[in-house]
């Protein structure tokens, strides 16, 4: 598993966001409304393409697309 392939699936499946725009080092914050029906949205996406339950702390923890894509990882490893 790649970041870069992980930005793609977050860029496919919120609309709103410019394709291209969004790096490891984003802020995932800034670049669209961060409300409790994203983090639902972003918590289904880890789960079905990478079989992986985040929580909403996971979430809150992170700032930067490459600390959701670590958690990802982490868990995926354990």
Known sequence: ???EDFILKIEDEFEDLEKGK???ESNFR???DW????ALIFI????SEYDVTITPD???NSE???DLFNTI????SS
């Not at 409300?35 to 994203?38: D, K, P, R, Y």
């Open 44 to 47: 289904a996406l880890v789960d």
């Open 64 to 66: 930067t697309i490459m």
């Open 58 to 60: 996971d979430i809150r």
């Open 1 to 3: 598993m790649k970041a």
């Open 22 to 24: 969004l790096k490891p």
């Open 30 to 32: 800034e670049f669209f």
């Open 73 to 76: 990882i982490a868990k995926k």
């Open 35 to 38: 409300n409790s029906i994203n």
